[in-house]
């Protein structure tokens, strides 16, 4: 990624390399086959390919589903080749920008790490790419080469445990060298932590690739350079914000930038709010607030309440639903004022410290609290 609003211009081709992944099959069975994530790949790769990067720096890997038969060469997608190709080597390869599409089933671990299964995963073993190990693999001096990194992956990114595994997944880090301040990546992430990424297997693409794929064609004069990812997100963001509207799906994409300069998630980039109703004003806090996957589970939620203390935590009403409970714990903060908000504010994000969610919650909570000073004529 460039550190301005300005992409970079004048890249080489021949200085740019693609690792491009798609598993649409996978050995654990047809209960996990996954039409699209192939096909997404080759339209991808294509993309790079039509902008001038040679065929032999384009790293594709595949596993397609039948009767789908790409018309480009690529090698396989099992676990120890796509470990051999971050390991060894890309890394061996002189260029400066790195493009890195995934597409396939993915999960997030006990640990906060975003798997990614590999075609050879079977129910028994789920051999996975560990996303966040080879970001900072790639951060380091492991790899020297590749300044500027985008990293675009399309996979579901739910809860291990919500999924009935027998066992967690097993550690799989890559190895990772001495961190330096050379690299600038950016990672853009279909589903967010928590949340299912929608596929389409009736076009056989996923949501997320699919808007990709569009924003990138309209952009396809500045590749095989990076774009500029402060202008490419808003327009994912406004795409999801379509199909949710739709009910097509929940997903809401992630974007983290990392460089010597900064390290951020992106705020939510929604049109601004009129001034509107207390029942408007407290239905975006509880929104705001239910977007934290640990609303979902009673047992996070009370330890949400414990982390309030007696003093706030003893006089909330509770529910085993997760909106009426988000409804009373508001509600009885905001009769306290914003100082008890603020509270609750710093109780979430010890307990999930997602900037994003952050800074949606914040902007809830003191518009919340600014209703409520409203009300009492404190302002």
Known sequence: MTDKATPARGVDPARVHALVVGIEQYEAGSSWDLPGPARDAVAFHALLRDAGVPQSQLHLHLSPLAPYTPDVAYAPADHATLRHALVRHLPEHQGDVLWVWWGGHGVLDRAGHTRLFCADATTADKVAVDLDSAL??????????????????????????????????????????????????????????????????????????????????????????????????????????????????????????????????????????????????????????????????????????????????????????????????????????????????????????????QAELAAALGELGGAGQARDGRR
Not at 231 to 246: G, H, I, K
């Open 136 to 357: 900072i693999r790639y951060a380091g001096d492991a790899v020297p080469g590749f300044a500027d990194q985008l990293w675009i992956v399309d996979a579901c990114e739910t809860f291990e445990e919500r999924l009935g595994f027998r066992g967690p997944l097993p550690p799989d880090a890559l190895p990772a060298g001495e961190r330096t301040l050379g690299h600038r990546q950016t990672v853009l992430r279909a589903a967010g932590a928590g949340r299912a990424a929608a596929n389409d297997p009736v076009r056989a693409t996923g949501l997320f690739s699919d808007v990709l794929l569009g924003l990138l064609r309209e952009r396809a004069a500045v590749l095989p350079a990076l774009p500029d990812p402060e202008e490419l997100f808003p327009a994912v963001r406004r795409s999801f914000a379509v199909l949710r509207a739709e009910g097509r799906t929940a997903q809401r994409p992630e974007i983290r930038m990392r460089s010597p300069e900064r390290t951020e998630i992106l705020p939510r980039l929604e049109p601004p709010r009129s001034p509107g109703s207390g029942v408007a004003v407290l239905g975006r806090a509880v929104n705001a607030l239910l977007d934290y996957p640990l609303m979902t589970d009673p047992a996070e939620r009370q330890a949400l309440v414990e982390a309030l203390g007696p003093r706030l935590g003893s006089t909330m009403p509770r529910h085993t639903k997760p909106r009426t409970d988000a409804t009373g714990m508001l509600t009885t903060l905001a009769r306290r004022g914003p100082e008890a908000l603020g509270e609750l504010l710093s109780a979430v994000t010890a307990l999930d410290d997602d900037p994003e969610r």
